[in-house]
């Protein structure tokens, strides 16, 4: 790959930021251009890690309530959170090109209407791409899954792999699935120290995800948030 390819490819990944495969125009009166600021993550809490680690669970029955943005901002930051330099985050990246997009399909959280974000690690805050409850057809895309229809929130994890594969080839695959291993357990400890509930899926149907984000990046996981009902 010649210089000019790399640098093509750096500005095409760097250009899929705000609701990446989004179809929808950007105006004004677009949902896409609305940007929500999050609450400041916090770096310290109650919890230990160790035990965050010993109580890690994937649960499934989820009873549908409020969860706060408080909440929300505390697990994307965990998930992709900016930690140094303005550019390393919370989970690691092979070169740290991280390929990872996040969204977040909000169902029941306070102060943020239903709908879909996409988490802007940069500004830490979110930037909506489509009004409206996603539940339903996420939950017909992950094959009927209880766990999601009673879910406060869902994060849909996706990826460009154009950003990896430009560097690292058929290593790709491999880089990518490791970042979305790191993610997901972030998220898990996160979520455990929340008191809150959630469960990593794998089982969906890509496009019929894709088709529901109105998106054409490649979804690799589905975590349905919400309170616990033990």
């Not at 609305?34 to 994937?58: N, W």
Request: net charge neutral.
């Amino acid at each position: 790959m010649n210089a000019g390819h790399l640098i093509i490819g750096m500005i095409a990944g760097l250009l899929i930021g705000v609701c990446p495969g989004n179809s929808q125009d950007s105006t004004e009166d677009s949902p896409m251009s609305r940007s929500i600021s999050l609450p400041e993550p916090a770096k310290t809490g109650s919890m230990s890690l160790e035990e965050a680690l010993s109580l890690r669970r994937s649960r499934r029955y989820l009873t549908p309530g409020l969860i706060t943005l408080q909440q929300v901002s505390q697990i994307l930051w965990a998930a992709q959170g900016i930690t140094a330099k303005g550019k390393y985050r919370t989970a690691p990246s092979a070169g740290a090109l991280y390929p990872i997009e996040i969204y977040l399909a909000a169902e029941n959280v306070g102060d943020l209407e239903p709908g879909l974000y996409h988490y802007v690690p940069q500004s830490h805050s979110l930037s909506q791409c489509l009004k409206g409850s996603l539940a339903k057809k996420v939950t017909q895309a992950a094959l009927g899954q209880g766990s999601v229809t009673r879910a406060s929130a869902i994060v849909i994890i996706t990826a460009v792999m154009e950003r990896t594969s430009q560097k690292y080839g058929e290593r790709t695959e491999r880089y990518v699935a490791e970042e979305v291993g790191a993610i997901a357990q972030n998220i898990y400890l996160q979520v455990e120290s929340l008191g809150l509930a959630t469960v990593l899926i794998g089982a969906f149907v890509d496009e019929k995800v894709q088709s529901a984000l109105e998106i054409k990046e490649m979804p690799l996981a589905i975590m349905p948030i919400g309170r616990r009902s033990e």
